[in-house]
C-alpha cells in the first residue's frame, strides 16, 4: 500500500507559478505522477517521473510544468509556471506502488492516488 499527501494547491492569477508537494510513504514506487481533474471531465495525467528521477509531460504541460523527486525523501514535487485558465483542476499525485521498472510516462500503471490539492487559476 502506499500513502500519498498532497500540498502547496492555491489560487493564483494567469500567468503565476505555484508548486505542489506530495509527501509518499509506505511502498516504494518505480513511476510517481501526477494527475488533475476538472468539474465534467475525465481524470487527465499530467506528469509522471521514473525511478531515476526522469520526467514525462502531457503535451498540455510541457514547457510549463516541471516535475522532480527526491527519493531519499519519497517527495514529489511539481512545479507549476505560466499557468492558464484551463489549468484549473484537482490536481492529485499517484503512485505505481510497485518497484518493477514500468513505463511511467502515460496514465496507465498508477495504482494509488492521493486525496489531491485545488489549483484555481484566475483571469
Known amino acids: 500500500q502506499v500513502q500519498l499527501v498532497e500540498s502547496g494547491g492555491g489560487s493564483v492569477q494567469a500567468g503565476g507559478s505555484l508548486r505542489l508537494t506530495c509527501a509518499a510513504s509506505?511502498?516504494?514506487?518505480?513511476?510517481l505522477g501526477w494527475f488533475r481533474q476538472s468539474p465534467g471531465k475525465e481524470r487527465e495525467w499530467v506528469a509522471g517521473?521514473?525511478?531515476?528521477?526522469?520526467?514525462f509531460y502531457a503535451p498540455s504541460v510541457r514547457g510549463r510544468f516541471t516535475a522532480s523527486r527526491d527519493n531519499a525523501k519519497n517527495i514529489l514535487s511539481l512545479q507549476l509556471d505560466s499557468l492558464k485558465l484551463e489549468d484549473t483542476a484537482m490536481y492529485y499525485c499517484?503512485?505505481?506502488?510497485?518497484?518493477?521498472?514500468?513505463?511511467?510516462?502515460?496514465?496507465?500503471?498508477?495504482?494509488?492516488w492521493g486525496q489531491g490539492t485545488q489549483v484555481t487559476i484566475s483571469p
Open positions: 509506505g511502498d516504494k514506487s518505480y513511476c
Open positions: 499517484a503512485a505505481s506502488g510497485s518497484t518493477w521498472p514500468d513505463l511511467c510516462s502515460g496514465p496507465q500503471n498508477y495504482n494509488f
Open positions: 517521473t521514473d525511478g531515476d528521477g526522469d520526467p
